[in-house]
C-alpha cells in the first residue's frame, strides 16, 4: 500500500502542487478567519471551507472552476442556516439532512459543477452538526465561509494556478439514462436509504455524535458508479478509520490540542488528503480520521471514548451502504467496468495522435492535457476494477481477467507517458513508419472499443527509434487486450 502511494505516477507533479497549494489555501483562509477575530468555531469553519473549496471543484477549465467556486456560498449560507436554525428542533433538522444527501448525490447528473456543489452542501450541513451550530453564531459562520471561499480562490487563481498551464483532466460521470435507468438517480435513492438506516441506527449509538454515521455512508457513495465499487469503498473506509484512530491514540490524544503541534500536524494531515486522494482511499480516510481528531483536540473533548464512537458510527454507515447497494435499485459492476475501459483505450488514442502531431512539427499539438485526463480514467478503471480484483472475490476467472486488463492498461499508459517524453524533444523527428504505427493504433482501439472481431496486429521486433518503440510496445499491449476484454460477460448496466 505504501509503494502505491508514493510510488505511483504523478505527471506533472500534478499531485503534489494539488497537495501544496491546499496548505496554503487552507492556511491562508484560517489566518483570514484570525485576524477577522473569529471563534475557534469560525476558524475551523474557514478551514474547512477553504478544503472543500479546494478538493472539490473540478471543472475542465479555469472559468468552469471559477464559477462553481463563486456558487459555493450560494449553496453552502442556506444549508448552514437551515442546519443552525433546526439545531433544536431533531426530528425537522434530520429529515432535511436526508434531503440535503438525496439532492446532493442527485447533482451528480449535472457533471463536475453538479458534483462539487453537492458535496459542499452536505458537508457544510455536517460542519454544522460537528460544531454544534446554533442561531447565534450564523453571523460569524457565514463571515467565516465566505471569506474562506474568497482565500482559496485567491490562492487557486491568483497566487497558484497551475491550471493555466495543464488543465485538470475531469472524468465523465458514469454512463446515462432515463429515469430509474439512470445511474445518478438510483445512487440518489439508494444514499437517501442509507444516510436514512445510519441516522437512526446513529442515534441509538449516540445521541450527540450520530452524524459520523451519516458521514460514512455519504463519502462512500461519492465517486462511486456500482455495488461492487461502493462495496470496497466501504470496506476501505472502515480500514482507513481503524489505522486513523490508532495513529490519533499514538499522536493526538498525547497532545490534548496543544495549539502549536497541533496546527503543523493539521497541516500534515491536509496535505496527507490532497496527496493520497487520487491513489488510495485507504489513505485518505487516514488522514481524514487523524484531523478529525486533532480538530476535536482543539476543541477540547478528544478522548479514547471518543474515538471508540468514531469506529463505531464509521461501521454503522459502511453498513447502510452495503444494505442500501445490495437491496434497493443495484447497480451492476461489469458494465459499469466496460464503460470506464473503453473511455480509457480512446484516451489512448487521442494521447497517441497528440503525440504524432507534435513530432511532425505542428505548434498547437500538445499532449500533456491528454496524459493528464488518461492517468485519471485509469484510475477511475482501477476503482471499478477493484472488486473484481480484491481477494474476497470467490470468482477466480474474472479475477485473473480483470487483473490482466489492468496490467496491459498500465503498459499502455507507460508507452504513452514514454512517446510523449519523446515528442517533446525539439531534436525528434517524424517518419512515415511513425505515421502507419498511429494508424494501427487507430484501428486497434476502435477493434477494442467497437466489438470488431478482427486480428489485431502485434510488431515482431522493437526498433531502435524511441518513439517507434514505443509504438509498437504500444500495438503490443492493444492486441494483448483483446483476449481479456472479449471474454468479459456482457451484462446490463443496471438491474430491475
Same mark, same amino acid.
Given at each position: 500500500?505504501?509503494?502505491?502511494?508514493?510510488?505511483?505516477?504523478?505527471?506533472?507533479?500534478?499531485?503534489?502542487?494539488?497537495?501544496?497549494?491546499?496548505?496554503?489555501?487552507?492556511?491562508?483562509?484560517?489566518?483570514?478567519?484570525?485576524?477577522?477575530?473569529?471563534?475557534?468555531?469560525? +476558524?475551523?469553519?474557514? $478551514? =474547512?471551507? &477553504?478544503? *472543500?473549496? !479546494?478538493?472539490?471543484? /473540478?471543472? @475542465?477549465? #479555469? %472559468?468552469?472552476?471559477?464559477?462553481?467556486?463563486?456558487?459555493?456560498?450560494?449553496?453552502?449560507?442556506?444549508?448552514?442556516?437551515?442546519?443552525?436554525?433546526?439545531?433544536?428542533?431533531?426530528?425537522?433538522?434530520?429529515?432535511?439532512?436526508?434531503?440535503?444527501?438525496?439532492?446532493?448525490?442527485?447533482?451528480?447528473?449535472?457533471?463536475?459543477?453538479?458534483?462539487?456543489?453537492?458535496?459542499?452542501?452536505?458537508?457544510?450541513?455536517?460542519?454544522?452538526?460537528?460544531?454544534?451550530?446554533?442561531? +447565534?453564531?450564523?453571523? $460569524? =459562520?457565514? &463571515?467565516? *465561509?465566505? !471569506?474562506?471561499?474568497? /482565500?482559496? @480562490?485567491? #490562492? %487557486?487563481?491568483?497566487?497558484?494556478?497551475?491550471?493555466?498551464?495543464?488543465?485538470?483532466?475531469?472524468?465523465?460521470?458514469?454512463?446515462?439514462?432515463?429515469?430509474?435507468?439512470?445511474?445518478?438517480?438510483?445512487?440518489?435513492?439508494?444514499?437517501?436509504?442509507?444516510?436514512?438506516?445510519?441516522?437512526?441506527?446513529?442515534?441509538?449509538?449516540?445521541?450527540?455524535?450520530?452524524?459520523?454515521?451519516?458521514?460514512?455512508?455519504?463519502?462512500?457513495?461519492?465517486?462511486?458508479?456500482?455495488?461492487?465499487?461502493?462495496?470496497?469503498?466501504?470496506?476501505?473506509?472502515?480500514?482507513?478509520?481503524?489505522?486513523?484512530?490508532?495513529?490519533?491514540?499514538?499522536?493526538?490524544?498525547?497532545?490534548?490540542?496543544?495549539?502549536?503541534?497541533?496546527?503543523?500536524?493539521?497541516?500534515?494531515?491536509?496535505?496527507?488528503?490532497?496527496?493520497?486522494?487520487?491513489?488510495?482511499?485507504?489513505?485518505?480516510?487516514?488522514?481524514?480520521?487523524?484531523?478529525?481528531?486533532?480538530?476535536?483536540?482543539?476543541?477540547?473533548?478528544?478522548?479514547?471514548?471518543?474515538?471508540?464512537?468514531?469506529?463505531?458510527?464509521?461501521?454503522?454507515?459502511?453498513?447502510?451502504?452495503?444494505?442500501?447497494?445490495?437491496?434497493?435499485?443495484?447497480?451492476?459492476?461489469?458494465?459499469?467496468?466496460?464503460?470506464?475501459?473503453?473511455?480509457?483505450?480512446?484516451?489512448?488514442?487521442?494521447?497517441?495522435?497528440?503525440?504524432?502531431?507534435?513530432?511532425?512539427?505542428?505548434?498547437?499539438?500538445?499532449?500533456?492535457?491528454?496524459?493528464?485526463?488518461?492517468?485519471?480514467?485509469?484510475?477511475?478503471?482501477?476503482?471499478?476494477?477493484?472488486?473484481?480484483?480484491?481477494?474476497?472475490?470467490?470468482?477466480?476467472?474474472?479475477?485473473?481477467?480483470?487483473?490482466?486488463?489492468?496490467?496491459?492498461?498500465?503498459?499502455?499508459?507507460?508507452?504513452?507517458?514514454?512517446?510523449?517524453?519523446?515528442?517533446?524533444?525539439?531534436?525528434?523527428?517524424?517518419?512515415?513508419?511513425?505515421?502507419?504505427?498511429?494508424?494501427?493504433?487507430?484501428?486497434?482501439?476502435?477493434?477494442?472499443?467497437?466489438?470488431?472481431?478482427?486480428?489485431?496486429?502485434?510488431?515482431?521486433?522493437?526498433?531502435?527509434?524511441?518513439?517507434?518503440?514505443?509504438?509498437?510496445?504500444?500495438?503490443?499491449?492493444?492486441?494483448?487486450?483483446?483476449?481479456?476484454?472479449?471474454?468479459?460477460?456482457?451484462?446490463?448496466?443496471?438491474?430491475?
Amino acid at each position: 500500500m505504501l509503494k502505491r502511494v508514493f510510488v505511483a505516477p504523478d505527471p506533472g507533479r500534478a499531485r503534489l502542487r494539488f497537495a501544496a497549494r491546499a496548505v496554503l489555501g487552507i492556511a491562508l483562509a484560517v489566518v483570514g478567519c484570525e485576524l477577522a477575530g473569529q471563534s475557534l468555531a469560525g +476558524a475551523v469553519t474557514g $478551514g =474547512l471551507t &477553504a478544503l *472543500l473549496a !479546494l478538493f472539490t471543484v /473540478a471543472d @475542465a477549465t #479555469v %472559468r468552469g472552476q471559477a464559477v462553481t467556486t463563486a456558487l459555493l456560498p450560494a449553496v453552502g449560507v442556506p444549508v448552514l442556516a437551515a442546519a443552525a436554525e433546526l439545531h433544536a428542533f431533531p426530528v425537522a433538522r434530520d429529515l432535511v439532512f436526508l434531503a440535503v444527501v438525496g439532492a446532493g448525490v442527485y447533482a451528480r447528473r449535472w457533471g463536475p459543477r453538479g458534483h462539487s456543489l453537492g458535496v459542499f452542501a452536505f458537508m457544510t450541513f455536517f460542519m454544522a452538526q460537528f460544531l454544534h451550530a446554533v442561531p +447565534a453564531q450564523l453571523p $460569524g =459562520l457565514y &463571515a467565516a *465561509l465566505l !471569506l474562506s471561499v474568497l /482565500a482559496a @480562490a485567491v #490562492v %487557486r487563481f491568483g497566487l497558484w494556478c497551475y491550471e493555466r498551464r495543464l488543465p485538470p483532466a475531469v472524468v465523465p460521470a458514469p454512463p446515462g439514462g432515463t429515469g430509474l435507468a439512470r445511474v445518478t438517480t438510483r445512487q440518489a435513492v439508494q444514499a437517501l436509504a442509507g444516510s436514512g438506516f445510519a441516522l437512526a441506527a446513529g442515534q441509538l449509538v449516540s445521541g450527540q455524535r450520530w452524524y459520523w454515521a451519516v458521514g460514512a455512508t455519504w463519502w462512500v457513495f461519492v465517486n462511486t458508479a456500482s455495488r461492487g465499487e461502493t462495496l470496497v469503498r466501504g470496506f476501505r473506509r472502515v480500514l482507513g478509520t481503524v489505522v486513523g484512530i490508532g495513529l490519533g491514540l499514538l499522536v493526538a490524544v498525547p497532545l490534548h490540542g496543544a495549539p502549536l503541534p497541533t496546527l503543523v500536524l493539521l497541516a500534515v494531515c491536509v496535505f496527507g488528503i490532497f496527496y493520497t486522494a487520487a491513489v488510495s482511499y485507504t489513505w485518505m480516510m487516514l488522514w481524514v480520521t487523524l484531523l478529525a481528531e486533532l480538530l476535536y483536540g482543539l476543541l477540547g473533548v478528544l478522548n479514547p471514548g471518543l474515538l471508540a464512537l468514531r469506529l463505531a458510527e464509521t461501521g454503522v454507515g459502511a453498513l447502510g451502504a452495503a444494505l442500501a447497494v445490495l437491496l434497493v435499485l443495484p447497480v451492476t459492476t461489469h458494465a459499469t467496468t466496460d464503460a470506464w475501459i473503453q473511455r480509457a483505450l480512446r484516451c489512448v488514442h487521442a494521447c497517441t495522435a497528440e503525440a504524432a502531431a507534435r513530432l511532425a512539427g505542428s505548434p498547437t499539438a500538445d499532449p500533456a492535457p491528454r496524459v493528464a485526463e488518461l492517468e485519471g480514467l485509469l484510475g477511475r478503471v482501477r476503482l471499478s476494477v477493484a472488486p473484481l480484483v480484491h481477494p474476497l472475490n470467490p470468482v477466480l476467472g474474472r479475477k485473473r481477467r480483470a487483473r490482466r486488463v489492468l496490467a496491459l492498461l498500465d503498459d499502455c499508459a507507460r508507452e504513452i507517458r514514454g512517446l510523449v517524453a519523446v515528442a517533446a524533444d525539439p531534436e525528434a523527428s517524424h517518419d512515415a513508419r511513425l505515421a502507419a504505427a498511429c494508424w494501427r493504433v487507430e484501428a486497434a482501439v476502435e477493434a477494442l472499443t467497437e466489438g470488431g472481431s478482427g486480428h489485431l496486429h502485434r510488431p515482431a521486433e522493437t526498433p531502435a527509434e524511441p518513439a517507434l518503440a514505443h509504438l509498437h510496445g504500444l500495438e503490443r499491449a492493444l492486441a494483448e487486450l483483446a483476449e481479456p476484454l472479449r471474454a468479459r460477460p456482457v451484462t446490463p448496466l443496471v438491474e430491475a
